[in-house]
């Protein structure tokens, strides 16, 4: 465990004596505050969510089962590790989720997870919030693709081990499509989506840009999973 993962189960720790309940002779931290109960989806997230999320890239099993319970329709993909510096580690192919997602894409297991607390935490909730309608769709530029990060020859994307997804838009259930970029630089309730859906994108995944962080992301935003942390 990492010294900052380890600080925060400590205070997790903590603050969960306040509502812990006493089972079975002893005290117990609800669930989504335990630190070391399995990750769950569905409920709301706890203290100690993103540091369970974090801990999903040590632990191949504990990442399937998270994704095990939602009614997507996923397979495993063969492992591909090259010289080329672009893999397939942990990777599942996408074919839908609570959503369509169009043509299928790649994810490594703990981006999908990412993928699915914002889907279920960000997506639904926001779509019925700005614009009174349920999403039945995503549509998207494609996940794995073995490169270089734009304009940094030698230091591959996150796409080049498929955990990076680059969404374009969300088709609601009237027909409406609300793309990022028609959408995003209005002053309405589909701007507002889009903004929120880029805001709630941060909180599971470790980099988000959008089209304020230059050119290349005018169209889409950019969702990955890595060793930075950047939101912009």
């Not at 005290?27 to 369970?52: C, N, Y």
């Not at 890239?57 to 590790?81: F, G, K, M, N």
């Not at 929120?196 to 470790?206: K, P, Q, V």
Request: glycine share 8%; charged share 25%.
């Amino acid at each position: 465990m990492s010294r900052a993962g380890a600080v925060l189960a400590a205070i997790a720790l903590v603050l969960g004596a306040a509502v812990a309940t006493w089972h079975d002779g002893r005290w117990r931290l609800p669930e989504r505050h335990d630190p070391w109960a399995p990750l769950s989806i569905e409920e709301p997230p706890g203290w100690t969510t993103r540091w369970k999320l974090a801990r999903l890239s040590d632990d191949p099993q504990a990442c399937r089962a998270a994704l095990a319970p939602l009614p997507w329709r996923v397979a495993a993909l063969p492992e591909r590790r090259g010289a080329d510096g672009c893999e397939l580690v942990d990777a599942l192919r996408i074919d839908a989720m609570r959503v369509r997602v169009g043509r299928p894409f790649a994810l490594s297991c703990p981006a999908a997870v990412s993928l699915a607390m914002w889907e279920t935490h960000v997506l639904w909730p926001a779509a019925e919030r700005h614009l009174g309608r349920r999403p039945v769709a995503i549509e998207h530029y494609g996940s794995y693709a073995c490169r270089d990060v734009r304009g940094a020859a030698g230091l591959r994307s996150r796409h080049a081990s498929a955990n990076a997804l680059d969404l374009a838009a969300v088709v609601l259930d009237d027909g409406r499509r609300v793309t990022v970029a028609r959408d995003w630089h209005g002053d309405g309730a589909a701007a507002a989506f889009l903004r929120e859906l880029h805001r709630g994108a941060c909180r599971w995944f470790d980099v988000v840009l959008g089209p304020e962080h230059d050119a290349a992301h005018a169209d889409h935003l950019h969702v990955d999973r890595g060793p930075r942390r950047a939101c912009r």
